[in-house]
């Protein structure tokens, strides 16, 4: 940005220029006046002598003919004076205007669209892996020191939340369309980065009261000890949630557990991690050299919650098929008796749309009570889920009753699933996906049932982007010791740096 004292040397320059010839052209004719008045001011005596009367008559027309000579001079002196200053004002007065007989200096054009839109992306992935990283390693901040010494930072986290929500919600605006005219989109772009912006500047203005309040630069004992005993926890319990699966896999099918197949190993697989970078932090630590302790320490408690992550996302998946199976049952009687209420509405035969949507929801029940009473395996949140988009568009109350809550069960099992898959797979998962899932996250309470819509779409553009994005990390060292999984989500960034609570900016600011 052009500083206003850069911006103001032109004017001053042509200011001193114009000061310059007027003192010159002064100089000129205090020059001439010095050499012709000396001629003007001898006194004039009486004479003494017809000699020198001669004399005298002889200077008097000498001296009359130097008057007469100023006068010419003066008058072409102020006339050279008063023709530079018009000169030099009408060259300063061109400079500067703005009429339109001058062209003004062309506006800096905005960039592109393509480009606008590109960086738009960009930053709504580093300001939501920021929120994320932030909210874990608060996590551990507030286990150590209680809620109340928290609460600054707390408080910016949400306030980035809620910028970073606005910018996802345009986003999903402008995929849908909204709004149309070019110049508009564009300006929703810089709405877009703006908004990422000031999350990260949120987050990044809580940073240093979030080191200063963990000291790990004095020294990572305590806070060390707390991930240590965190890991051991998560180390248990990772053989009782395998066994988890087991059930609900026989019982239901190896489909209905496919959101979570693998989720085990891959919380294993952090928790490999999570001892590599303990032992180093622990080493460091006993050096004394607190830097790459701390470093160390943040690597290991970002691999601590996302194993953490997996671990409860299997635990909750066993919850929620228990639950739609318990659910269906009264789902498919409520959804009958809403068809046989539209069939007998006012006494007329459905036609149309309408009837064709009944149809369609009649085969949809009966699939699934075939599926209910059949002996093969079956999923029943899909089921579900299947009842529930079948009846949404002809219910009279769609979250209300039993219909009602199983769209919210669908809802909130599909965001939280979707939600898990991105926290841990960041690394790779871009804009879109994170876009759709935010829309789904906002709209949970209200309509479950779009929600439910969006978000496994954003769980299938998630895992689309892990499968283009490939393992970025080659050799079977970085497998055994955990680093693919640990830049897969996220929790190592380029360069080696842990990630770290702040902004994009900040969050990798400990290489």
């Known amino acids: 940005m052009t500083s206003s004292l850069i911006r103001g040397r ?11 010839v007027v003192h010159a052209l002064l100089g000129v004719l205090i020059g001439v006046a010095w050499l012709v008045l000396p001629g003007m001011t001898i006194e004039h005596r009486a004479p003494v002598a017809d000699g020198r ?31 530079g200053y ?49 909210r874990e390693e608060l996590g551990f901040v507030e286990a150590r020191f209680g809620a109340s010494a928290v609460e600054p930072s707390a408080l910016a986290v949400r306030d980035a939340e809620a910028e970073l929500a606005a910018a996802f919600r345009m986003r999903q605006q402008y995929d849908d369309g909204v709004p149309e005219e070019a110049a508009a989109r564009q300006h929703a772009l810089a709405g877009i980065v703006g908004r990422c912006e000031e999350a990260g500047r949120r987050l990044d203005e809580a940073a240093a009261g979030v080191d200063q309040l963990r000291g790990l630069e004095r020294g990572a004992g305590d806070a060390l000890g707390l991930a240590e005993t965190r890991f051991r926890a998560l180390a248990g319990r990772t053989q009782a949630v395998d066994a988890l ?33 303990l032992n180093q932090a622990r080493q460091a630590a006993d050096l004394a050299a607190h830097d790459r302790a701390a470093l160390h320490l943040r690597a ?37 008796a809403e068809l046989a209420r539209l ?14 949507r009944i149809l369609h929801a009649d085969n949809v029940l009966a699939f699934v ?66 876009t759709r899932l935010a829309e789904a996250k906002r709209l949970l309470a209200a309509d479950p049932v779009a929600a439910d819509g969006l978000a496994v ?25 955990g680093g693919a999984g640990a830049v897969l989500g996220g929790i190592l960034l380029d360069g080696g740096a842990a990630a770290s609570f702040g902004g994009p900016r900040g969050r990798g600011r400990r290489a």
């Open 10 to 20: 032109p004017r001053r320059a042509t200011s001193h220029i114009s000061a310059r």
């Open 53 to 83: 009367a001669q004399a005298s008559v002889a200077q008097e027309e000498d001296e009359s003919s130097a008057a007469d000579l100023v006068l010419p001079l003066v008058a072409v002196g102020a006339a050279v004076l008063v023709a």
């Open 86 to 134: 018009t000169y030099v004002r009408r060259t300063r007065r061109a400079r500067t205007r703005t009429t339109p007989g001058v062209v003004p200096a062309p506006l800096t054009a905005p960039p592109p669209l393509t480009e606008l839109d590109e960086q738009a992306r960009v930053l709504l992935v580093a300001a939501d892996d920021s929120v994320r990283t932030s």
């Open 245 to 277: 699966l087991t059930e609900p896999a026989a019982r239901y099918g190896s489909v209905a557990v496919g959101a979570v197949t693998g989720y085990v190993e891959q919380a294993k697989d952090r928790l490999v991690f999570a001892t590599l970078r």
């Open 300 to 336: 290991a408690e970002g691999a601590i919650a996302q194993a953490a992550v997996f671990l409860h996302g299997v635990e909750r998946l066993g919850t929620e098929l228990s639950g739609a199976a318990a659910l269906l049952p009264a789902a498919l009687t409520g959804a009958e």
């Open 343 to 356: 069939r007998n509405s006012g006494g007329e035969t459905p036609v149309g749309e309408l009837r064709a």
């Open 369 to 434: 009570r075939d599926e209910v009473a059949g002996a093969d395996p079956y999923d029943p949140l899909d089921a579900l889920r299947r009842v529930v988009r079948a009846l949404a568009p002809l219910a009279a109350e769609p979250t209300a009753g039993v219909l009602g809550a199983a769209a919210a069960l669908v809802g909130r099992a599909a965001v939280a699933g979707a939600d898990d898959f991105v926290a841990t797979h960041r690394g790779a998962v871009g804009a879109t996906a994170r």
């Open 457 to 481: 779409a954003a769980r299938e553009l998630a895992e689309q982007d892990v499968r283009m994005h490939g393992n970025p990390v080659a050799g079977a060292a970085e497998h055994e010791s």
